[in-house]
């Protein structure tokens, strides 16, 4: 279903919604709009419980006037139902389980507390062990973008809520890839923190040592600011722990990106989603960056472990006693796994976990060899009945992109990035080390920007995007000015990244400066020298910024003849950067200033 913007009503991604209550708009309208959007959708597998309207248009009053410094005011969210919100019950998709608690799980609490307003709970595959949004005994949720086809799941209701744009984002789960696979078949964003970001205090566990809350979002900015929100560390929460809300700014213009090798990929006879993730790729390198294919194998082998042994007794062990005493009310296909894990023994759990720990040893390098990487976010769409015939088997294949990412402790989001011939969405997924949550959300962010795009399943277009918001870092900081090898996607830029570099932005020197090609060295390096006041060239360089220990530990292995010194740049400003010594083009060196910049330079051959 496809809706209009109203003259007086904005759409409701987050920037627009904020634009309309700083220009006086009221959250009342905007909640009563949510209850209208809800009667034209029309679907009642959406919500397993929707709040009151007239105590959410209570809440609304409270706010008052509009708070700009609170990031999500007035802003509507749902909550998948197996999340915490006072008040309304808790069911996990089993009736029988339901209880209604008299606290917010803690990121509902602290996304309440930025203004934001809960809408209801929404449907998912029961207790979160599912990623096709069938296994419900309410009625399933319809996919946005075309009934006939399953929604994704487990976190179902949100990621549909979201792409009708009934809410702004929805709070889903991940563990398999719950917050992924929704969102990447309705054309919404879905943001899978790194493991701990977001506490799991009041949320039902599938597998503890794995599970994270994720959110649904139209826009990566919204899901990004939603992250801002809600990434504290949380005591009461073993698993908690820091993860930085920084690095969402922009992109190096060089990226190197693995994805899996040609010969490892796995579309299972969808030949459109398959054109669709070769145009994705396109649009990656149109962006600047670097491809590098990535044998597969390893990472299909990690996703394999998770319904075998330790992690199939987790998710047994989490609702064990309630399992055993009402079998029975359980989704047949959800008692049949969880079943399963009565035969396993500790001895199964442990070659599990020793499984893995050797899976992970040996991709550590693998996964350290590129920045990020970009993987199908589902190897193809599935319809209904296909699910109904073969509900184990299709299910699988849908993780095939993401089952693994959890266990080897990555971070990730899922982007739209365009339409297939038959209209349907393409989707990838950006996959990083834990921590880099911010590197992926820029990329991703790039990427819908070059889609095209609408929203979800309303025709909203994608809002242009807002200026960027500062790089949020430690005071002491070290600004370091770069000029060659080190430069993002060149051969000694992995320097920077170990030591934890955060790139800044890319910028020219002031004319004061000549740029040469030295003469015999592995890699080629250029060497920057100091010429008289508007005698030279402004050189295009990168502003990186290290910590003073790491800024210690880079200047310390910096060869002769290259050395630190402070770099006039074009805006009138000045940072520590590299310099070269004049000996140094005595011996062949090649004066290239008028390349403008090295990456210039190399790109001329």
Same mark, same amino acid.
């Given at each position: 279903m496809t809706y209009s913007t109203s003259t007086d009503l904005p759409a409701f991604d987050i920037v627009s919604l904020s634009n309309f209550y700083r220009n006086g708009g009221t959250v009342t309208e905007i909640v009563e709009r949510v209850f209208a959007r809800i009667a034209e959708v029309d679907d009642p597998g959406i919500f397993i419980h929707l709040g009151d309207k007239l105590e959410i248009l209570a809440e609304a009053e409270k706010l008052g006037a509009f708070d700009p410094a609170k990031l999500l005011f007035g802003i509507p969210f749902a909550v998948k139902d197996n999340i915490d919100v006072a008040g309304m019950p808790t069911t996990a998709a089993c009736p029988d389980y339901a209880y209604t608690p008299e606290k917010d799980a803690t990121i509902v609490r602290l996304l309440k507390e930025a203004g934001a307003l809960v809408i209801g709970k929404t449907n998912l595959d029961q207790f979160a062990t599912g990623?096709?949004?069938?296994?419900?005994?309410?009625?399933?949720?319809?996919?946005?973008?075309?009934?006939?086809?399953?929604?994704?799941?487990?976190?179902?209701?949100?990621?549909?809520?979201? !792409?009708?744009?009934?809410?702004?984002?929805?709070?889903?789960?991940?563990?398999?890839?719950?917050?992924?696979?929704?969102?990447?078949?309705? *054309?919404?964003?879905?943001?899978?923190?790194?493991?701990?970001?977001?506490?799991?205090?009041?949320?039902?566990?599938?597998? /503890?040592?794995? #599970?994270?809350?994720?959110?649904?979002?139209?826009?990566?900015?919204?899901?990004?600011?939603?992250?801002?929100? !809600?990434? /504290?560390?949380?005591?009461?929460?073993?698993?908690?722990?820091?993860? @930085?809300?920084?690095?969402y700014r922009a992109a190096p213009p060089v990226l190197t990106i693995g994805v899996p090798a040609a010969a490892d990929l796995r579309f299972f006879g969808d030949a459109s989603m398959e054109a669709a993730y070769a145009q994705a790729l396109?649009?990656?390198?149109? +962006?600047?960056?670097?491809?590098?294919?990535? =044998?597969? !194998?390893?990472?299909?082998?990690?996703?394999?472990?998770?319904?075998?042994?330790?992690?199939?007794?987790?998710?047994?062990?989490?609702?064990?006693?309630?399992?055993? !005493?009402?079998?029975?009310?359980?989704?047949?296909?959800?008692?049949?796994?969880?079943?399963?894990?009565?035969?396993?023994?500790?001895?199964?759990?442990? *070659?599990?976990?020793?499984? +893995?720990?050797?899976?992970?040893?040996?991709?550590?390098?693998?996964?350290?060899?590129?920045?990020?990487?970009?993987?199908?976010?589902?190897? /193809?769409?599935?319809?209904?009945?296909?699910?109904?015939?073969?509900?184990?088997?299709? *299910?699988?294949?849908?993780?095939?992109?993401?089952?693994?990412? *959890?266990?080897? #402790?990555?971070?990730?989001?899922?982007? =739209?990035?365009?339409?297939?011939?038959?209209?349907?969405?393409?989707?990838?997924?950006?996959?990083?080390?834990?921590?880099?949550?911010?590197?992926?959300?820029?990329?991703?962010?790039?990427?819908?920007?070059?889609?095209?795009?609408?929203?979800?399943?309303?025709?909203?277009? +994608?809002?242009?995007?807002?200026?960027? @918001? =500062?790089?949020?870092?430690?005071? #002491?900081?070290?600004?370091?000015?770069?000029?060659g090898a080190h430069l993002s996607g060149m051969p000694l830029n992995h320097q920077l990244i170990a030591l934890d570099g955060q790139f800044s932005r890319t910028t020219r020197t002031s004319g004061d400066y000549s740029l040469y090609a030295l003469a015999g060295t592995v890699p080629a390096k250029p060497g920057m020298v100091k010429v008289g006041h508007g005698q030279g060239t402004e050189i295009e360089v990168e502003i990186w910024r290290l910590t003073p220990a790491a800024f210690g530990r880079f200047v310390a292995a910096i060869p002769s003849p290259l050395g630190i010194g402070t770099i006039s740049l074009s805006d009138g400003t000045s940072a520590k950067g590299f310099l070269c010594e004049q000996i140094a083009l005595e011996t062949g060196a090649n004066d290239i200033s008028r390349y403008g910049g090295w990456r210039a330079y190399c790109k001329s051959g």
């Open positions: 990623l096709v949004g069938l296994r419900s005994p309410y009625p399933v949720p319809k996919n946005a973008i075309d009934p006939t086809l399953v929604p994704g799941g487990s976190s179902s209701g949100s990621a549909v809520a979201t !792409a009708h744009g009934i809410v702004s984002f929805a709070l889903g789960t991940d563990t398999a890839g719950s917050g992924r696979i929704p969102a990447g078949l309705n *054309n919404i964003v879905g943001l899978k923190p790194s493991l701990g970001a977001f506490s799991t205090t009041g949320v039902i566990p599938a597998c /503890r040592t794995l #599970d994270c809350v994720s959110v649904f979002a139209l826009t990566v900015e919204d899901a990004w600011t939603v992250f801002s929100v !809600a990434a /504290r560390p949380d005591e009461t929460d073993a698993y908690s722990r820091a993860i @930085p809300t920084t690095g396109a649009a990656l390198t149109g +962006l600047g960056h670097k491809l590098v294919e990535i =044998p597969f !194998a390893d990472f299909y082998e990690v996703a394999d472990l998770l319904y075998e042994g330790a992690w199939v007794a987790e998710r047994y062990a989490a609702v064990k006693d309630f399992f055993d !005493a009402h079998e029975d009310t359980f989704h047949p296909v959800t008692r049949s796994i969880y079943g399963g894990a009565k035969a396993l023994s500790a001895a199964d759990a442990f *070659n599990g976990l020793y499984a +893995l720990q050797a899976l992970k040893k040996k991709l550590a390098p693998v996964i350290g060899s590129v920045d990020l990487f970009c993987v199908p976010t589902a190897p /193809r769409h599935f319809t209904v009945a296909e699910l109904e015939a073969e509900p184990i088997r299709e *299910n699988s294949r849908l993780g095939t992109y993401t089952n693994f990412v *959890n266990l080897l #402790d990555m971070c990730g989001i899922a982007v =739209p990035t365009g339409k297939r011939p038959d209209g349907l969405p393409a989707s990838v997924t950006l996959l990083a080390p834990a921590g880099k949550d911010g590197l992926t959300a820029t990329l991703a962010r790039d990427l819908h920007a070059a889609s095209g795009l609408t929203l979800g399943a309303t025709g909203w277009p +994608l809002p242009a995007p807002t200026e960027a @918001p =500062p790089v949020v870092t430690a005071d #002491d900081l070290i600004d370091l000015v770069v000029v």
